[in-house]
Structure formats: structure tokens, C-alpha cells
């Protein structure tokens, strides 16, 4: 897949492309069934498969005090369209005057004359255009008059247990994330939640204790964790983030969420990992890069009374991880 980090850097296709266009937070299910549809129609009329994605997220500059937390920063977004099928993607830092185009120039000016779209293919809840009041209604409208085809996918639902079904929406997967339902998460992503960023230095406490850990620092901020816990998982390492992603060996992992409160240290929260298995003359962990995949939530955190009863805590830990990761 060939990514372009700048409208005006993509060369418009001669023969016209499929294009589909979203914030894909998460590439979760519903995602999924967009692109494959419009994949399909690509394949059909021999066109290329194109994506537009915007970095920051349109929200982030329009509503900075109301806008969710991301499900995926963008390196994790663009391997998971690639594996999705698509041919190019364009990646758009949204500026006032792109925000401020009214829907049929939007239209106009993006979808046709930048991008050649012969096919534009988007869920229910799609809107574009200033004040989003573009809505599939009008794009459909906005397709016979500039000439090309827009394409509904239906809204893709779930059901947990005997519940009824709901439409999956990147809002439901951030609801699961923050309570730690990952099993539920994992059903509306086909793949596990992933945290993805860089080993930095820590306090070397957990070293002291007999468990050395590798402190996570996301790539974006903004990325959303579950509340504070302990969690069972994986971790994949590389030296960069496209060899850890692709990174076949993964170690068991006990990953601890929130603030460090036995020692007493204002540090805020952090995102620590101590790799079960990561042998000690293996290389050094910092400055790796690291993705940890959310399997379970095992216990809140909490304060203890010593160094020593926090250290028998993660030992009891480790030994529960083992067990329901079966390794």
C-alpha cells in the first residue's frame, strides 16, 4: 500500500479509482465490511482501492475539549488498512479551510477532482463537509451530479450473549476498552487491542523487586487504556514499529496500568510490562519499540503495605497469567 501524507502530494488515477473515506478509529468490524465491499467493487471494475484518513482527527481541532480518546494511532491504522486490502491511502491533517468546505465542494473538489472517484462506498453514519452536514442522503445526490456511484454499507451489528443487537461503532469499542471487557473488544475488532509505542527508562523499581519491566510510551497521547489494573497479554518487540508489528515471537505479559501508589511517587499514570519469559541476556529493552496486546483484566490496582507484599502480589500475578493465557 502506497501512503501519501498530503492531499497534494497524490496523483490523481487517470482511469478513476474506489474510494471510501473515514476516521477508521479502530478498523473495527464495521470498518472492515466498508472496505471490503468497496474492495470488491475495485476488483470489479479494475480500479485502484483508495482511502482518505485525517491525522489529527477532524473532532481534535473542532471540539479539542470534547473529543474521544483514539483506538489506534496512526503507524497501528495504517498496517491494519493495509491488511485490509487497500492500494493507497491519503492521510489528511485537516486545516479551517478544509473544514469549512460546504458539502458539494468537498464533493468538487476532493472526491472529484483530487481523488477521481468513480465509486465512493460509506456506512450510515458517514458526514463530510462543513458542520457535517453532508450525509449519505446528499452524497447520493452529489453522485449524479458529478458523475460517479456512492455505495451504503448497512450499519454492522453485535450481540453479547442473549442482548440484543447494537450497531458497532468505534464509541461502543472505546466504552469496552475503558472497563476492560476484552473479550467483548476483541469480538467487535477481529484481533486483540493493542497499546503501541517506545521503551523509555523507568524508575527501576520493579527491577529491585525481582521483575524488570519495560515502560510503555505511546506513540500518541491520546491513545485510550483501559481504567487502572492489571492485565494479562502479549508483547511483540523490534527495533522498529513495522518489525515489531510484523514480529511473530510474542512474550506472555503482566501489564500494569496507573499510578505507581506503593512507592509514593507522583509519576502520574504509567503503562508498565514485565515479559514473562524475556531471558536476562536477551538485548537491552529500552528504546525498542513494543506493542502489548490486551488479553484480560486480572485485578485493580491498589497500594501496598510494602515493597515485599508488592512483590508477592506480582508474583501471584504472573502465576495467574500463566494459567489463563495457558503458557
Not at 470489479?44 to 481541532?61: D, K, N, Q, R, V
Not at 452536514?133 to 458523475?147: E, N
Not at 529500552?286 to 502489548?292: C, D, N, P, S
Not at 488479553?295 to 504472573?318: G, H, K, T, V
Request: aromatic content about 8%; hydrophobic content about 40%.
Amino acid at each position: 500500500m502506497k501512503v501519501y501524507d498530503c492531499l497534494d502530494d497524490f496523483p490523481a488515477p487517470q482511469g478513476g479509482s474506489v474510494l471510501t473515506i473515514g476516521n477508521f478509529d479502530g478498523v473495527h468490524l464495521g470498518h472492515q465490511a466498508i472496505i471490503a465491499r468497496a474492495k470488491q467493487l475495485a476488483c470489479e471494475h479494475s480500479l485502484p482501492l483508495t482511502g482518505i484518513t485525517f491525522e489529527p482527527a477532524p473532532a481534535m481541532l473542532l471540539r479539542p475539549d470534547q473529543a474521544p480518546r483514539i483506538l489506534t494511532s496512526l503507524q497501528v491504522k495504517v498496517e491494519l488498512l493495509e491488511e485490509q486490502g487497500l492500494d493507497q491511502l491519503v492521510v489528511i491533517k485537516p486545516s479551517a479551510d478544509f473544514l469549512s468546505l460546504d458539502p458539494a465542494q468537498f464533493v468538487e473538489r476532493i472526491l472529484v477532482n483530487r481523488m477521481a472517484a468513480h465509486h465512493v462506498v460509506e456506512g450510515q453514519t458517514f458526514s463530510f463537509g462543513n458542520r457535517r452536514m453532508g450525509t449519505m442522503v446528499s452524497l447520493d445526490k452529489l453522485a449524479q451530479r458529478f458523475g460517479f456511484q456512492a455505495h451504503l454499507v448497512e450499519a454492522y451489528t453485535i450481540a453479547f450473549g442473549e442482548a440484543a443487537p447494537v450497531a458497532l461503532s468505534s464509541t461502543l469499542v472505546r466504552q469496552l476498552v475503558s472497563t476492560g471487557r476484552f473479550a467483548r473488544v476483541r469480538k467487535c475488532l477481529g484481533r486483540d487491542y493493542v497499546l503501541a509505542g517506545h521503551v523509555v527508562p523507568g524508575h527501576q523499581q520493579g527491577r529491585r523487586l525481582g521483575f524488570p519491566t519495560a515502560n510503555l510510551q505511546l506513540y500518541h497521547s491520546e491513545q485510550l487504556v483501559p481504567e487502572n489494573g492489571v492485565f494479562a497479554g502479549y508483547a511483540r518487540l523490534g527495533n522498529t514499529f513495522s518489525q515489531a508489528w510484523k514480529q511473530k515471537r510474542q512474550y506472555p505479559a503482566a501489564i500494569s496500568i496507573g499510578p505507581c501508589e506503593t512507592f509514593d511517587r507522583d509519576d502520574g499514570w504509567q503503562i508498565e510490562a514485565y515479559l514473562l519469559d524475556y531471558k536476562p541476556d536477551e538485548p537491552d529493552l529500552k528504546g525498542q519499540h513494543m506493542i502489548l496486546s490486551l488479553i484480560e483484566n486480572i485485578r485493580p490496582q491498589r497500594r501496598f503495605e510494602s515493597p515485599s507484599a508488592l512483590a508477592q502480589a506480582i508474583e501471584n500475578d504472573c502465576r495467574t497469567i500463566r494459567k489463563n493465557l495457558e503458557v
